[in-house]
């Protein structure tokens, strides 16, 4: 512990190398926990209509093992060592060739990254354990609702808790911010969500953004709210109107808003405090 303490580029290193390993992992939970979801709702469904339970087969974070999706080949440990298996098989599947998504060394290094800035910018302790913690989570979330348009309960209720949790002691900010900001987080893009709907007659985010900016604010507090939201707007219209007009991406079809909160959420985490006090300084 001492020498972690002591020597930040070792502690860097460690979570470098152990968040590659969590890379993995949060592959599997981005694409298998939507699918858990949607059987869980068959099953209800079909348990109130009176038939019977539809999922029979197990099927969790865990198990069955990792297999390609093709020719059902079972990925070996060797073949799921992160980023360097990908590259070594040229991200092709072994047994038929099928090729393997590049966003899997991608989230593996992106994981690996800023859980190594986290480690590096906070320092061995608590701090740099719940900025990792939320790190990931942002990542699962982002790329889960990119796929899905889902933002999961499952994720975003525990982390919004688990923000008060580490800020019981003001580790991130006071308990008071923190309560604030969950109720401003939900609040404010609640508001929103019901006066475009009244203007428009349309939806225009669902109720997992609300419980996500909730949850940064419970980490980040009230204070850092703004530039959340501000970040992830401006982001977000941007590459939407990009998409719209580079490449005829049909506007009734919708964008999902929670990967620019999550990347405004990280944003925060690391500048956040930096950025309020520049824009407070320009007055």
Known sequence: MIIL?????????????????????????????PRMMEAGWRDQCAELNGGSIQSTAKYN???????????????TALENIPIL???????RCKACGTPISARYPLVEGL????????????????MALGAILFVWAMIVLAFIDLDTTLLPDDITLPLLWMGLL?????????LQSAVLGAM??????????????????????????????????????????PAT????????????????IFIKHDRRIPIPFGPYLAG????????????TRAYLNSF
């Open 111 to 126: 994981t690996a990254i800023l859980s190594a800035a986290a480690a590096w910018n906070f320092g061995f302790g608590w």
């Open 166 to 174: 580490f800020n019981f002691s003001g580790i991130f900010t006071s």
């Open 5 to 33: 303490q002591s020597e930040p580029a070792l502690f860097t290193g460690l979570v470098f190398l152990f968040s590659l390993l969590v890379g993995s992992f949060l592959n599997v939970v981005i694409h298998r926990l």
């Open 229 to 244: 939201i501000l970040l992830s707007s401006v982001v977000g219209a941007t590459v939407g109107i990009a998409m719209v």
């Open 85 to 91: 298996s990908w590259l070594i098989l040229r991200g």
């Open 184 to 225: 401003a987080g939900y609040l404010i893009l609640w508001s929103i969500y019901w006066l475009f709907k009244l203007v428009t007659g349309k939806e225009g985010m669902g109720y997992g953004d609300f419980k996500l900016l909730a949850a940064i604010g419970a980490w980040l507090g009230w204070e850092q709210l």
């Open 61 to 75: 974070l865990w198990t069955p093992r990792s297999a390609c999706p093709s020719c059902g080949h079972s990925i």
């Open 264 to 275: 405004g959420g990280l944003v925060a985490l690391f500048f956040g405090s930096s950025l």
